[in-house]
C-alpha cells in the first residue's frame, strides 16, 4: 500500500517514480539482513507482541535525547568537540548503533532528531543508506516525531511548529524513504520540553502520529495518576482531534543504576562470571525486577516500557547493548517465577499493546502548564529568558514566509540564495532550549547567527525577487534596524528613494511604515497611483540614540497601502529646495491645567495623564458602545529574584521564575517626556528612568492602541524580574484566558486546575502562564474585553480581578541548578541586554472580540520592506493572490512554498475558533493564486509528508462539504494540500 501511495503522489506530481530496485544498494534479493550474532532468546523486533497470562510485557526502548543545542551548540554536540564542556557526538552515535543492530535482529532503537540525522545521512555512502533503509523494513531502527528538532511547546508558535516538523518529516520521506521501506513516523516524542500545550497535541494528531510521549508533568498532577493509574490517557486536544497520550515513569532515563553508556554517570557493567569478587548479576536482577515491579502498578494494559537511554547515549552502543542483553536473558529465564518478559521494542510496538490490552483511557481536553517538579520550583520563567531572541525568531519566522512565498512565484534559485539555510535555522530555533531562552550563552549566540545567515539569504531571495517582478535595475536592500532608527541605504542624504513593501497576508491591509531617514527633505510619491501622499517626520528619541549611537535624527512615517500577498511601491523623492518639513512639533499643555489629556481616533478616545502621560481611560466608540469606557492604566514593576530561603535553596533562574516576595516593587513614577499629535498617530512618550522607557501609539484607523516599551540594561546589582502591568476596572474575577501557542484560547483560573486538585505554593509563579500571541480580561457581566496582543512570546499572570501583567525581560544573577551552570545574565555592547518590544491592546465588547484573530495576524505578519536609491519601478504593484478569492479576514494563507521539485504546498487556515462565532470558510483552490491555472492537487496530512487518509480518521467526515476544487475549511482548521499549476 505504501508503494501504491508513494506512486499515485509522484506521479500527480510529474515525477519519475524511483522504485526499489533503482536505489544504490536496494535490491530485492538482499532484503533480508545477515547478522552475526544470534537471537539468544529474545523476541523478534518484526513480531507483534502478543501478552502472556499473568506476566507483564516489558518494552524496552533503546533511544538517545539529542539535544540541538544547549550545553554545546550544534555543530559542536555533533561532532563532539569541546567534551570539556560536555562528553557527546551525535555522529558516533548512529555510527555504533547501525554497527550493533547489524549484528542481532532482536535489537532496536528509535531516533528522533532530524537536524543531526541529515548531517549524518549526507556523509554516508550509498551502501550505509542502503543498510539503514533495510534496518527501517525489518522494524529495528524507527524514526518519531521526525521534526527538524524537538520542539519546545511553551514559547513556540503554531506556524513555526508546523513548519519545522515538516522540514523534518518530509525531509524523511524525499531522502530515506523509497517504495518498501516505510519511514512515516507514528509517534510524538516530546520527552524533555517543560510542559506540554493543548495545541500542540492537535496538530501532531493532525499530521498523523497517532501517539504522545512524553516525561515531564506537574508534580501534584503526577502523583495522583501515578496513584490512579491514570498516566495514559486520550488527549481530546480539540474537539475534532484527539491522541493517545502516554507519561513516562520518572524521566526518558534508564532506571537508576542501569544506563551502560560511557555517558552515564552512574555506570555499573553487568558481571556475569560467578567466580569473580565483582559478580552482581542477582542482585541486578533483583533490583529491576523490583523497579518494574513498582512500574507495572502504575500502568494498567499488562504491558510497561523502559526507556534505556538518555542525554547523547549509546556513543558506546556495543557496551549499551551487550549489558542489555544480559540483564535481559537473565530476567526472561526466570519469567514464571518474577512475571516479566522483556524484550526490544519500539513505542509504536508499545502503543498498539497498550490500545489493544488496556481499559478505556481517561479523556483529557485541558494542557499541561505550568510545569512544576516540586513545591518552589515552577518552570515558568523561560516563558520570558532571553526575550531578544525570542523576538528575533518571530522576525525570522516572518521573513522566511515572505521568502517562501517569492520562491513560489517566481520559482527557486538554481543558484544563489535560497531558503534553505533560514528554514534549517528556524528549526533547530524552535527547539526546547532554543526559543526557550534555557542554553548556555554562547549555544544562544549561536542559534542567533545561524538565523542571521538564514536571514540575509532569504533576504536576498525576496530583494532580488521584488526587484525582478518590479522590473528594477537597481539592487535593493533590506532595512534589519529599523526599529533602532538604523537602515544604512537611507543614510545617504542626497539621494532619493524607491521603497518596495510586501505584504505576506492574503488581505489587503493598510500599515504604518517607519523609514528611518537623514533629514526631512523629501516628498512621497505612491507609484501605483502616481499621486502624492502625506509623511510625518518624527524625530529619533534620545532613549532610541542610546540603544544605537548610530541611529539616524528621524523616522519618515508612511501609511501603506498593500495588495493581498503582493507588494506596492513608494519614491521618496529628495528636493533640497522646498520648504523642510520639520518633524512633528510637541504639544505643551498649560502648566495650571489639571485636565487629562485627551487623545481621539475612530475607534478610541483614551485619556492620559498631563504630568505622567500614564493612560488612565479608555472608551470605545463603535456604534452601540458609545459612552462605554474602563479605567486602564500600566506601570512597570520588577519582582527580585529569589536566591534561595529558608523554604527553599531553588533560586530563580534561566528556566524558575521563583521571586522572593509576592508583591512586586514599583519602578517609580513615570515623566511625560513629550506628546506628539500627528495626523496618522499620537506619540505620548515616557521615561521610567534610566532604563525603562515608552512610547503609546494612538493610531487615527486602527482597532488597537500600540505600547512599545524599552527595557534595560537591567542593574546588575541583584536579581530583577521585569513586568508591566494593566490594571483596569473590568471585573474578570479569578479568570483570564491566554493563547495556546497562537490558537485556541484556553481559560486560567488562579491558584486552580480543570482535572486535579492543586495547592499553589508559589502564588505569583504558579499561576503565571505562556502567552505567544494574546491574552484577555473579560467582564462577562458588562460584556466588554480587554485583549494585549504581544510581538513575542511571553510569561503572564492575571493574578487579581482587571489585572493582567506580562513578564517582559529577567536578568538573573544565580543559576537555578537545572543543568545549564550559568546566570541568565545577557550582556551586549559592554552592559546589559536592551530590549524593545510591542503591545497592542484591543478594548471591545464580547460581540466584537472576534476581531482580535485578524489584528493578531496584522501584527504577526508584518510587512517586508526593501529599499534602493532612485530607480522608479516599471511595475509598481502586484498581488499574486486571486481577485476570485473572496476576501475573509479569518481565511489565512499559512503556507505557500515550492514542493518536491515541481509541486507547490499550500495551507490553508480558518483562525476563528468555534466559541468566538467561528464559521464555516469555502475557498476555490483553481482561484486562490493570481495567473496560475490550477492542473492537479493532492490532500495531505498536515506535515505534507503522507496524504491526508493516512492522517484523519474519518475521510469522509472529513471531505463531506467540500465540492470539486472548492475546500471547506471548518472553525480553527488548518488543511494542506500540494497543488501543480499548468
Given at each position: 500500500?505504501?508503494?501504491?501511495?508513494?506512486?499515485l503522489?509522484?506521479?500527480?506530481l510529474?515525477?519519475?517514480?524511483?522504485?526499489?530496485s533503482?536505489?544504490?544498494?536496494?535490491?530485492?534479493?538482499?532484503?533480508?539482513?545477515?547478522?552475526?550474532?544470534?537471537?539468544?532468546g529474545?523476541?523478534?523486533?518484526?513480531?507483534?507482541?502478543?501478552?502472556?497470562?499473568?506476566?507483564?510485557n516489558?518494552?524496552?526502548?533503546?533511544?538517545?535525547?539529542?539535544?540541538?543545542?544547549?550545553?554545546?551548540?550544534?555543530?559542536?554536540y555533533?561532532?563532539?568537540?569541546?567534551?570539556?564542556?560536555?562528553?557527546?557526538?551525535?555522529?558516533?552515535?548512529?555510527?555504533?548503533?547501525?554497527?550493533?543492530?547489524?549484528k542481532?535482529?532482536?535489537?532496536t532503537?528509535?531516533?528522533?532528531?532530524m537536524?543531526?540525522?541529515?548531517?549524518w545521512?549526507?556523509?554516508?555512502?550509498?551502501?550505509?543508506?542502503?543498510?539503514?533503509?533495510?534496518?527501517?523494513?525489518?522494524?529495528?531502527?524507527?524514526?518519531?516525531?521526525?521534526?527538524?528538532c524537538?520542539n519546545?511547546?511553551?514559547?513556540?508558535?503554531?506556524?513555526?511548529?508546523?513548519?519545522?516538523m515538516?522540514?523534518?518529516?518530509?525531509?524523511?520521506q524525499?531522502?530515506?524513504?523509497?517504495?518498501?521501506?516505510?519511514?512515516?513516523?507514528?509517534?510524538?516524542?516530546?520527552?524533555?520540553?517543560?510542559?506540554?500545550s493543548?495545541?500542540?497535541?492537535?496538530?501532531?494528531a493532525?499530521?498523523?502520529?497517532?501517539?504522545?510521549?512524553?516525561?515531564?508533568?506537574?508534580?501534584?498532577?503526577?502523583?495522583?495518576?501515578?496513584?490512579?493509574?491514570?498516566?495514559?490517557?486520550t488527549?481530546?486536544?480539540?474537539?475534532?482531534?484527539?491522541?493517545?497520550?502516554?507519561?513516562?515513569?520518572?524521566?526518558?532515563?534508564?532506571?537508576?543504576?542501569?544506563?551502560?553508556?560511557?555517558?552515564?554517570?552512574?555506570?555499573?557493567p553487568?558481571?556475569?562470571n560467578?567466580?569473580?569478587?565483582?559478580?552482581?548479576?542477582?542482585?541486578?536482577?533483583?533490583?529491576?525486577?523490583?523497579?518494574?515491579?513498582d512500574?507495572?502498578?502504575?500502568y494498567?494494559?499488562?504491558?510497561?516500557?523502559?526507556?534505556?537511554g538518555?542525554?547523547?547515549?549509546?556513543?558506546?552502543?556495543?557496551?549499551?547493548?551487550?549489558?542489555?542483553?544480559?540483564?535481559?536473558?537473565a530476567?526472561?529465564?526466570?519469567?514464571?517465577?518474577?512475571?516479566?518478559?522483556?524484550?526490544?521494542?519500539?513505542?509504536?510496538?508499545?502503543?498498539?499493546?497498550?490500545?489493544k490490552?488496556?481499559?478505556?483511557?481517561?479523556?483529557?481536553?485541558?494542557?499541561?502548564?505550568?510545569?512544576?517538579?516540586?513545591?518552589?520550583?515552577?518552570?515558568?520563567?523561560?516563558?520570558?529568558s532571553?526575550?531578544?531572541?525570542?523576538?528575533?525568531?518571530?522576525?525570522c519566522?516572518?521573513?522566511?514566509q515572505?521568502?517562501?512565498?517569492?520562491?513560489?512565484?517566481?520559482?527557486v534559485r538554481?543558484?544563489g540564495?535560497t531558503?534553505?539555510?533560514?528554514?534549517?535555522?528556524?528549526?533547530?530555533?524552535?527547539?526546547?532550549?532554543?526559543?526557550?531562552?534555557?542554553?548556555?550563552?554562547?549555544?544562544?549566540?549561536?542559534?542567533?547567527?545561524?538565523?542571521?545567515?538564514?536571514?540575509?539569504?532569504?533576504?536576498?531571495?525576496?530583494?532580488?525577487?521584488?526587484?525582478?517582478?518590479?522590473?528594477?535595475?537597481?539592487?535593493?536592500?533590506?532595512?534589519?534596524?529599523?526599529?533602532?532608527?538604523?537602515?544604512?541605504?537611507?543614510?545617504?542624504?542626497?539621494?532619493s528613494?524607491?521603497?518596495?513593501?510586501?505584504?505576506?497576508?492574503?488581505?489587503?491591509?493598510?500599515?504604518?511604515?517607519?523609514?528611518?531617514?537623514?533629514?526631512?527633505h523629501y516628498?512621497?510619491?505612491?507609484?501605483?497611483?502616481?499621486?502624492?501622499?502625506?509623511?510625518?517626520?518624527?524625530?529619533?528619541?534620545?532613549?532610541?540614540?542610546?540603544?544605537?549611537?548610530?541611529?539616524?535624527?528621524?523616522?519618515?512615517?508612511?501609511?501603506?497601502?498593500?495588495?493581498?500577498?503582493?507588494?506596492?511601491?513608494?519614491?521618496?523623492?529628495?528636493?533640497?529646495?522646498?520648504?523642510?518639513?520639520?518633524?512633528?512639533?510637541?504639544?505643551?499643555?498649560?502648566?495650571?491645567?489639571?485636565?487629562?489629556?485627551?487623545v481621539?481616533?475612530?475607534?478610541?478616545?483614551?485619556?492620559?495623564?498631563?504630568?505622567?502621560?500614564?493612560?488612565?481611560?479608555?472608551?470605545?466608540?463603535?456604534?452601540?458602545?458609545s459612552?462605554?469606557?474602563?479605567?486602564?492604566?500600566?506601570?512597570?514593576?520588577?519582582?527580585?529574584?529569589?536566591?534561595?530561603?529558608?523554604e527553599?535553596?531553588?533560586?530563580?533562574?534561566?528556566?524558575?521564575?521563583?521571586?522572593?516576595?509576592?508583591?512586586?516593587?514599583?519602578?517609580?513614577?513615570?515623566?511625560?517626556?513629550?506628546?506628539?499629535?500627528?495626523e496618522?498617530?499620537?506619540e505620548?512618550?515616557?521615561?521610567?528612568?534610566?532604563?525603562?522607557s515608552?512610547?503609546?501609539?494612538?493610531?487615527?484607523?486602527?482597532?488597537?492602541?500600540?505600547?512599545e516599551?524599552t527595557?534595560?540594561?537591567?542593574?546588575?546589582?541583584?536579581?530583577?524580574e521585569?513586568?508591566?502591568?494593566?490594571?483596569?476596572?473590568?471585573?474578570?474575577?479569578?479568570?483570564?484566558?491566554?493563547?495556546?501557542?497562537?490558537?485556541?484560547?484556553?481559560?486560567?483560573?488562579?491558584?486552580?486546575?480543570?482535572?486535579y486538585?492543586?495547592?499553589?505554593t508559589?502564588?505569583?509563579?504558579?499561576?503565571?502562564?505562556?502567552?505567544?500571541?494574546?491574552?484577555?480580561?473579560?467582564?462577562?457581566?458588562?460584556?466588554?474585553?480587554?485583549?494585549?496582543?504581544?510581538?513575542r512570546?511571553?510569561?503572564?499572570?492575571?493574578?487579581?480581578?482587571?489585572?493582567?501583567?506580562?513578564?517582559?525581560?529577567r536578568?538573573?544573577?544565580?543559576?537555578d541548578?537545572?543543568?545549564?551552570?550559568?546566570?541568565?545574565?545577557?550582556?551586549?555592547?559592554?552592559?546589559?541586554l536592551?530590549?524593545?518590544?510591542?503591545?497592542?491592546?484591543?478594548?471591545?465588547?464580547?460581540?466584537?472580540y472576534h476581531?482580535?484573530?485578524?489584528?493578531?495576524?496584522?501584527?504577526?505578519?508584518?510587512?517586508?520592506?526593501?529599499?534602493?536609491?532612485?530607480?522608479?519601478?516599471?511595475?509598481?504593484?502586484k498581488?499574486?493572490?486571486?481577485?476570485?478569492?473572496?476576501?475573509?479576514?479569518?481565511?489565512n494563507l499559512?503556507?505557500?512554498q515550492?514542493?518536491n521539485?515541481?509541486?507547490?504546498?499550500?495551507?490553508?487556515?480558518?483562525?476563528?475558533?468555534?466559541?468566538?462565532?467561528?464559521?464555516?470558510?469555502?475557498?476555490d483552490?483553481?482561484n486562490?493564486?493570481?495567473?496560475?491555472?490550477l492542473?492537479?492537487?493532492?490532500?495531505l496530512?498536515?506535515a505534507?509528508?503522507?496524504?491526508?487518509?493516512?492522517?484523519?480518521?474519518?475521510?469522509?467526515?472529513?471531505?463531506?462539504?467540500?465540492?470539486?476544487?472548492?475546500?471547506?475549511?471548518?472553525?480553527?482548521?488548518?488543511?494542506?494540500f500540494?497543488?501543480?499549476?499548468?
Open positions: 500500500m505504501m508503494l501504491l501511495r508513494v506512486c503522489l509522484l506521479t500527480l510529474g515525477c519519475v517514480v524511483v522504485g526499489w533503482d536505489v544504490p544498494g536496494a535490491d530485492d534479493d538482499d532484503v533480508d539482513i545477515n547478522h552475526s550474532e544470534g537471537t539468544r529474545r523476541y523478534n523486533a518484526n513480531d507483534p507482541v502478543t501478552p502472556h497470562s499473568g506476566v507483564v516489558v518494552h524496552v526502548v533503546p533511544h538517545t535525547h539529542d539535544d540541538v543545542g544547549w550545553l554545546k551548540t550544534v555543530d559542536q555533533y561532532y563532539g568537540t569541546h567534551n570539556d564542556i560536555y562528553r557527546g557526538g551525535v555522529q558516533y552515535i548512529l555510527d555504533t548503533v547501525i554497527d550493533e543492530l547489524l542481532d535482529g532482536n535489537k532503537f528509535i531516533y528522533v532528531e537536524a543531526f540525522f541529515k548531517r545521512w549526507d556523509e554516508q555512502n550509498n551502501d550505509m543508506k542502503s543498510t539503514v533503509r533495510k534496518l527501517v523494513k525489518a522494524g529495528q531502527f524507527e524514526f518519531v516525531n521526525a521534526g527538524w524537538m519546545d511547546e511553551a514559547s513556540v508558535h503554531y506556524s513555526a511548529t508546523i513548519d519545522q515538516s522540514e523534518g518529516m518530509v525531509w524523511l524525499k531522502e530515506v524513504g523509497v517504495p518498501g521501506v516505510d519511514v512515516t513516523p507514528n509517534i510524538a516524542w516530546q520527552i524533555d520540553p517543560f510542559g506540554h493543548s495545541a500542540h497535541a492537535g496538530l501532531v493532525q499530521m498523523g502520529l497517532k501517539g504522545l510521549f512524553f516525561a515531564r508533568m506537574d508534580y501534584q498532577d503526577y502523583n495522583k495518576r501515578k496513584a490512579n493509574k491514570d498516566l495514559e490517557f488527549w481530546q486536544a480539540t474537539p475534532a482531534w484527539s491522541i493517545f497520550t502516554h507519561t513516562m515513569l520518572d524521566m526518558y532515563w534508564a532506571p537508576p543504576g542501569f544506563c551502560f553508556d560511557t555517558t552515564c554517570t552512574d555506570i555499573i553487568m558481571v556475569t560467578p567466580e569473580s569478587p565483582e559478580y552482581d548479576l542477582p542482585e541486578r536482577v533483583g533490583s529491576i525486577t523490583k523497579y518494574m515491579t512500574m507495572s502498578s502504575h494498567r494494559s499488562g504491558n510497561i516500557m523502559l526507556t534505556m538518555g542525554d547523547f547515549c549509546y556513543q558506546n552502543a556495543r557496551m549499551y547493548f551487550k549489558n542489555l542483553d544480559i540483564l535481559m536473558d530476567v526472561n529465564k526466570d519469567s514464571a517465577k518474577n512475571g516479566f518478559k522483556m524484550f526490544y521494542s519500539t513505542p509504536t510496538k508499545y502503543m498498539n499493546a497498550v490500545i490490552g488496556a481499559d478505556l483511557l481517561q479523556n483529557k481536553t485541558d494542557d499541561l502548564f505550568p510545569y512544576a517538579n516540586d513545591p518552589h520550583s515552577y518552570w515558568t520563567g523561560y516563558f520570558t532571553r526575550p531578544g531572541l525570542k523576538r528575533y525568531v518571530r522576525d519566522n516572518n521573513v522566511l515572505a521568502c517562501k512565498q517569492i520562491e513560489a512565484t517566481i520559482g538554481k543558484s540564495p531558503s534553505e539555510k533560514l528554514r534549517y535555522a528556524m528549526g533547530v530555533a524552535q527547539h526546547h532550549d532554543a526559543v526557550s531562552g534555557t542554553s548556555k550563552q554562547h549555544v544562544a549566540d549561536d542559534y542567533a547567527q545561524r538565523l542571521a545567515i538564514g536571514q540575509t539569504e532569504c533576504e536576498g531571495v525576496i530583494n532580488m525577487g521584488l526587484k525582478k517582478l518590479a522590473g528594477m535595475t537597481h539592487n535593493l536592500q533590506s532595512c534589519r534596524m529599523a526599529n533602532e532608527s538604523v537602515c544604512e541605504v537611507t543614510r545617504n542624504e542626497n539621494s528613494y524607491t521603497i518596495i513593501v510586501y505584504n505576506p497576508r492574503n488581505l489587503p491591509r493598510v500599515e504604518y511604515l517607519r523609514v528611518p531617514l537623514a533629514h526631512p516628498s512621497l510619491l505612491d507609484v501605483a497611483s502616481g499621486k502624492r501622499e502625506h509623511i510625518e517626520f518624527v524625530r529619533t528619541s534620545k532613549e532610541t540614540k542610546n540603544i544605537n549611537p548610530h541611529a539616524l535624527p528621524l523616522v519618515g512615517v508612511i501609511k501603506a497601502r498593500l495588495p493581498p500577498l503582493g507588494y506596492t511601491s513608494y519614491m521618496l523623492d529628495l528636493n533640497m529646495d522646498t520648504p523642510v518639513r520639520s518633524p512633528r512639533k510637541s504639544w505643551h499643555r498649560s502648566k495650571n491645567s489639571a485636565d487629562p489629556l485627551v481621539q481616533s475612530k475607534v478610541y478616545k483614551i485619556e492620559f495623564d498631563g504630568d505622567t502621560g500614564a493612560m488612565l481611560r479608555i472608551t470605545n466608540k463603535l456604534a452601540g458602545l459612552g462605554v469606557s474602563d479605567k486602564v492604566t500600566q506601570r512597570f514593576m520588577q519582582y527580585t529574584s529569589n536566591t534561595g530561603d529558608k527553599s535553596k531553588q533560586p530563580s533562574g534561566a528556566y524558575i521564575f521563583r521571586p522572593k516576595t509576592q508583591t512586586p516593587d514599583d519602578l517609580g513614577t513615570p515623566v511625560l517626556t513629550d506628546f506628539i499629535p500627528g496618522y498617530a499620537t505620548i512618550w515616557q521615561s521610567f528612568g534610566d532604563w525603562i515608552q512610547v503609546t501609539r494612538v493610531y487615527y484607523d486602527k482597532m488597537y492602541i500600540e505600547v516599551w527595557v534595560g540594561p537591567i542593574p546588575a546589582d541583584h536579581g530583577r521585569i513586568i508591566t502591568r494593566y490594571e483596569t476596572s473590568l471585573s474578570s474575577g479569578d479568570t483570564f484566558y491566554t493563547d495556546s501557542n497562537g490558537r485556541e484560547m484556553v481559560k486560567r483560573v488562579l491558584n486552580k486546575q480543570p482535572t486538585d492543586v495547592n499553589v508559589e502564588p505569583v509563579a504558579g499561576n503565571y502562564y505562556p502567552v505567544n500571541s494574546r491574552a484577555t480580561i473579560r467582564d462577562e457581566k458588562r460584556k466588554m474585553q480587554l485583549t494585549v496582543l504581544n510581538d512570546s511571553q510569561g503572564a499572570a492575571s493574578l487579581t480581578s482587571g489585572q493582567m501583567e506580562f513578564m517582559v525581560h536578568r538573573c544573577l544565580k543559576d541548578h537545572r543543568g545549564v551552570a550559568e546566570p541568565l545574565n545577557e550582556t551586549a555592547n559592554g552592559r546589559g536592551i530590549v524593545r518590544g510591542k503591545h497592542w491592546l484591543f478594548y471591545s465588547d464580547l460581540q466584537s476581531l482580535h484573530r485578524d489584528i493578531g495576524l496584522d501584527l504577526f505578519y508584518s510587512p517586508v520592506v526593501a529599499v534602493t536609491s532612485g530607480n522608479e519601478p516599471e511595475t509598481p504593484s498581488s499574486f493572490y486571486s481577485s476570485k478569492a473572496t476576501p475573509n479576514p479569518y481565511l499559512l503556507t505557500y515550492p514542493f521539485d515541481t509541486g507547490t504546498l499550500i495551507r490553508l487556515e480558518n483562525t476563528l475558533q468555534a466559541s468566538e462565532g467561528g464559521t464555516n470558510i469555502s475557498i483552490l483553481a486562490l493564486i493570481a495567473d496560475k491555472k492542473k492537479g492537487f493532492e490532500e496530512g498536515l505534507g509528508d503522507r496524504p491526508v487518509k493516512d492522517a484523519v480518521e474519518n475521510l469522509k467526515l472529513h471531505l463531506e462539504l467540500d465540492q470539486g476544487t472548492t475546500i471547506t475549511l471548518k472553525p480553527l482548521q488548518i488543511r494542506t500540494v497543488v501543480t499549476f499548468g
